[in-house]
């Protein structure tokens, strides 16, 4: 399972990855291959605040919906608009084009402790 | 029908011809809407409906019904959806009411509101409840008022305020944590059991003066009855907690006990399940709900009662939840429930149950020796949750199942069972039926262990295959548009 | 027993099969204090008998020329309607998951959806609701959840039931409603709030009236909140429909189109919404696809919305709906085409018309609707309405249904194409008498 290791994890399959004063968020190439076919993504409204752990997005597949939950806190400075002509970049590319949403983050070290590929790759294991 | 007629099945706009007419309603002769309504109240262009001969329009639908399967035509052992025989007579009784306006005059609506309060009556006896409401239009329906009673009854208490949470075990019906949201709760969900059945220990660690009500199905949708029940109830009203009865399995154990024996507080009941009137489709249904002595304030309005020998609708209820619905529910789906009652009586009403249970513990035998895995297989009831064996999904056995001439069981519900079939064959199907269909779903898997691309190819003798979901879920296309042709 | 095939020997075969002599034992792990409750109901009976029963009851209401509405009507329903509808494979399937096995169903629905999206001028409809009531209660919280909002004002001119309904569920969800009362027979201009997200109103009102609402949706939309509009579907094939005059969200009473009145059901609701709030519709929707070899196909689409996926986070509960009836509308609009439902249309109206007049010829009787109209006015009447209905029932009419809540002696009545000018006539010379 492709885990790259530029970035940070969530154990409910988000990655983040700090890139100057922003956080991009999306889902793991583990989430997009369980969730199977997504049809649609609903984002957040760009300027909302939001607390690490909120549920922000949600990513549709025909038969399932999954919450995204922010990894840390702040404030929705983007997000990806061209998913709602073409969701299907979330299983195409879930590390790139298939990005759901950027945030300005509060505290910086809330970043800091999410986890690491090694302990991501980790979790993926448990739950087999 | 050949394959081409198949892929060009027209839709009702692609066989009209402009200028065609169909039935004619009785006409007054010309009438100008422009000096009727006003000409800035009259739309502009007509609404763009089909314009079909009527021997068109009763091919059409002929033909399209033949696309469709139900009772009427297959076995349909849909679980928790009772998929029971139709008696025709009920359609018949029905027939018998269809000219009454809900605004006549009581006096002159006696026999319809006789039949209302009869009905109530019965079901109070059959489920063991005090009063009962005939308004909600569907299982869910009655589920949203029994929950706003329930809040209504803790709101008149004072308690409103803090008990905010309803507790649902995680097999339940997703309608249920629905349900809970949209009455203004917070949903918790409580895991089963090793065995299936609620963890009572767990359970009990979430009640507290926070719960507003647990709502629970017996039999649940695993098919087992929750034997712990009676324990459960007293610790839920020991803390003051509300006890919800889903009645979408009340098929298993009509007539031999009740939910209100059980300690529940609420019951809904799903006529079109099992009051054996027809799920035409998706609905119409009928959800009644019962409620115990202490909640009868908070029905809704109106109730029938019976003055002397009268019946009147009662709109006196000062601490009632309000409407649900508009007019006294669905009445020609309650005259259905009526007559299926008094056809059965509660021997027979009994017996279905019993019939409902060996049909199924039958079958589910008959699965086993056929290499299905039951996860939890206890003494199931009218249904039982079935996995297909190893390395077969449950979704391209329902399709070989269509090739079959079978309508497919529930999948991949409850939640809790990976691959879940849910089986429920119900009282009035034949033991060789039974057995044809395990042989087909025995071949199907046999088949499928040996060739597993001829599986996932099925089905292939419906009127279309398998259809593209994403492509639908992606880009829908929700109406007909003449550009769009 | 009634509708069961097994026999006795069966039932030995498959109770000894697993392992047990009588039905009983397949309750024997049940409490035993549960078991066996006595209950009260009547022996069964044959079917000849039922329909003694059902027949004896039958008898103790009075049909007869029914000139009562509330948006449930006497029209006209085609022979065929009954005949197709009732057809076993439409009557006794399941809502539709198996594509495949339900292709009937899913393209009825997808021909509904299409037909219920053409007469209320908006772009896109469900597959039905319950009745017209729950449907604008669907329809207020579908528009709070898009504009993230929490107050309703609501015209008097919507129908008193539907505003019940929706009363209950708004206090579930926390959300507050106000009633704007009717001047007259009309609604009057209102202010609307920047933190209203809903404003409800009919067309044609709870009094028949048809009233110029686009003023009243261009003050909504500028304060940010959303036009639901009550509609009767049988209006819609000549007046001016929602989308036309600015409302964002209809609903209505599906039974003018197709369903017998039945006591008030089952019948079915209807919504239609703007495209843009799509996501938002409660309950199931069909859209078309194709299968692996290019055959077009239907199938449920977007249950990501529902409650069998969704769970606690479902935009609504809905499960079952109100199909058949559903289907039964399908039918009767193919039956009469645009032309023979803007006839129907049209000779309601201008019977209803033919009757107002008739009746404002009787002594001490006043309108309270004025025209324009659709198929229903409301008259104020010189004796209690109660039994101006009663006395008439007893002559063999029904109508003059009593609405206090619009004024002292207010009553409320209705035509359909079915009443032929001797039948208004008669109707005419019986309310005469009983004034």
């Known amino acids: 399972m492709n885990v790259p290791a530029d970035r940070k994890y969530r154990n409910s399959h988000e990655w983040a990855k700090l890139e100057g004063e922003v956080v991009t968020v999306g889902i793991t190439d583990y989430a997009q291959h369980e969730l199977g076919d997504v049809v649609y993504v609903e984002l957040p409204e760009v300027g909302r605040e939001v607390e690490a752990g909120e549920a922000v997005a949600v990513v549709e597949s025909v038969k399932t919906a999954s919450d995204i939950y922010a990894p840390v806190s702040g404030e929705v400075v983007e997000v990806n608009g061209a998913l709602e002509e073409s969701p299907e970049r979330v299983n195409e590319d879930p590390y790139g084009e298939g990005w759901l949403f950027k945030i300005r983050p509060k505290d910086p070290s809330e970043y800091e402790g999410l986890l690491d590929p090694d302990a991501y790759l980790k979790v993926l294991e448990e739950e087999g | 029908m050949d394959r081409r007629e198949d892929r060009a099945f027209p839709l009702i706009f692609e066989r009209s011809q402009k200028g065609r007419r169909g039935v004619r309603p009785p006409s007054v002769g010309d009438v100008d809407p422009e000096a009727l309504f006003g000409r800035e109240n009259v739309r502009e262009s007509p609404p763009r409906l089909p314009e079909v001969d009527e021997l068109s329009v009763v091919r059409h639908y002929t033909l399209l019904s033949r696309r469709q399967i139900g009772v009427d035509t297959s076995f349909y052992p849909l679980g928790s959806c009772t998929m029971k025989y139709n008696p025709r007579v009920l359609e018949a009784a029905a027939a018998r009411f269809t000219a009454l306006h809900p605004y006549q005059d009581p006096e002159t609506a006696q026999g319809a509101l006789e039949l209302m309060y009869e009905l109530a009556e019965y079901l109070k006896a059959i489920t063991g409840m005090d009063e009962m409401t005939l308004q909600p239009a569907a299982g869910a329906h009655g589920e949203l008022t029994g929950i706003l009673v329930i809040r209504a009854y803790h709101e008149d208490r004072g308690e409103g305020d803090r008990r905010r949470v309803v507790l649902v075990p995680d097999s339940a019906h997703g309608s249920n944590p629905a349900t809970a949201s949209m009455a203004g709760f917070e949903v918790r969900e409580v895991p089963s059991g090793p065995d299936g059945e609620v963890d009572t220990e767990a359970l009990k660690r979430e009640l507290g003066p926070h719960v507003a009500a647990i709502m629970l199905t017996n039999p649940n949708t695993l098919g087992l009855f929750e034997k712990r029940i009676l324990e459960l109830t007293e610790a839920a009203h020991q803390a003051g907690v509300q006890l919800y009865y889903d009645g979408a399995n009340l098929n298993a154990i009509m007539g031999w006990v009740r939910p209100g024996d059980m300690g529940f507080d609420v019951v809904h009941l799903n006529l079109h399940k099992t009051f054996a009137t027809p799920h035409g489709g998706g609905g119409p249904g009928s959800g009644p709900v019962g409620v115990k002595a202490h909640l009868a304030p908070y029905l809704p309005v109106p109730l029938v009662r019976k003055r002397g020998s009268a019946y009147v609708l009662d709109e006196d209820l000062p601490k009632s939840i309000g409407r649900v619905r508009s007019f006294y529910g669905n009445f020609g789906v309650l005259v259905r429930a009526y007559a299926y009652i008094r056809l059965l009586g509660l021997f027979g009403l009994k017996r279905a149950a019993a019939l409902s249970v060996l049909n199924a513990r039958y079958l589910k035998a008959l699965l086993k020796a056929k290499g299905f895995r039951v996860p939890y297989d206890g003494p199931t009831m009218h249904e039982f949750v079935a996995q297909p064996p190893e390395g077969l999904r449950a979704l391209d056995l329902a399709k070989a199942l269509l090739d079959a001439g079978f309508h497919p069981p529930t999948i991949y519900f409850p939640l809790i069972v990976k691959e879940a079939m849910m089986i429920e064959p119900t009282e009035t199907e034949a033991k060789e039926t039974l057995e044809r269909f395990a042989e087909a779903l025995g071949e199907a898997a046999r088949k499928g262990l040996a060739n597993p691309g001829w599986l996932e190819g099925t089905p292939y003798t419906t009127p279309v295959r398998r259809l593209d979901e994403v492509r639908a879920n992606r880009r829908p296309v929700l109406r007909w548009t003449p550009e769009a042709e | ?435």
Do not use: C
């Open chain 3, 1 to 435: 027993m009634a509708y069961t095939p097994h026999t006795e020997e069966e039932i030995r075969a498959m109770l000894e099969a697993l392992g047990l002599s009588r039905l009983e034992d397949l309750y024997a792990h049940l409490p035993p204090s549960l078991l066996n409750p006595e209950i009260p109901l009547p022996e069964p009976l044959s079917e000849d008998e039922v329909l003694r029963v059902i027949d004896g009851l039958a008898a103790k209401n009075r049909s007869g020329p029914v000139f009562l509405g509330g948006g449930v009507r006497d029209h006209f329903v085609p022979a065929i309607v009954d005949e197709l509808a009732s057809r076993g494979e439409f009557l006794t399937a399941y809502t539709p998951y198996q594509p495949e096995a339900s292709q009937g169903v899913l393209q009825a629905i997808f021909e509904y959806q299409t037909m219920i999206a053409e007469l209320t001028g908006l772009d896109v409809a469900n597959a039905s609701l319950y009745d017209g009531a729950t449907a604008l209660a669907e329809g207020v919280l579908l528009a709070l959840r898009a504009s993230r909002r929490m107050r309703v004002v609501v015209s008097q001119g919507v129908h008193p039931e539907y505003r019940a309904v929706l009363a209950t569920y708004l206090h579930a969800v926390g959300a507050t409603v106000e009633t704007v009362a009717l001047a007259g027979d009309r609604t009057p201009a209102f202010e609307v709030g920047d933190d209203v997200g809903a404003v409800v109103l009919a067309n044609p009102n709870f009094l028949g009236a048809i009233e110029d609402l686009a003023p009243l949706a261009e003050t909504a939309h500028r304060a940010g909140a959303l036009v639901v509009a009550v509609a009767d579907p049988l209006a819609l094939a000549v007046l001016r429909p929602p989308g036309a005059w600015g409302a964002d969200v209809a609903v209505g009473e599906g039974q003018p189109l197709g369903n017998a009145m039945s006591y008030g059901g089952p019948h079915f609701g209807f919504i239609a919404v703007r495209e843009r709030l799509l996501r938002q519709l409660p309950g199931r929707l069909v859209s078309m696809t194709e299968d692996g070899e290019g055959r077009r196909g239907f199938v449920l689409a977007l249950s990501a919305r529902e409650q069998h996926i969704r769970r606690s986070k479902a935009k609504s509960n809905i499960t079952t709906n109100s199909q058949n009836a559903a289907l039964r509308a399908t039918i009767h609009m193919a039956a009469l085409g645009p032309k023979g439902l803007s006839e129907a249309a049209l000779a309601s109206a201008a019977g209803a018309r033919r009757l107002y007049e008739m009746l404002l010829e009787a002594p001490g009787v006043k309108p309270l609707t004025r025209p324009p109209f659709f198929a229903e006015f409301a008259l104020v009447l010189p004796r209690p309405p109660e039994d101006v209905r009663r006395l008439l029932a007893r002559r063999g009419f029904h109508g003059a249904y009593p609405i206090p809540d619009y004024g002292e002696g207010a009553a409320l009545f209705a035509a359909s194409e079915r009443a032929r000018p001797e039948d208004l006539e008669a109707f005419a010379r019986a309310f005469w008498e009983v004034l």
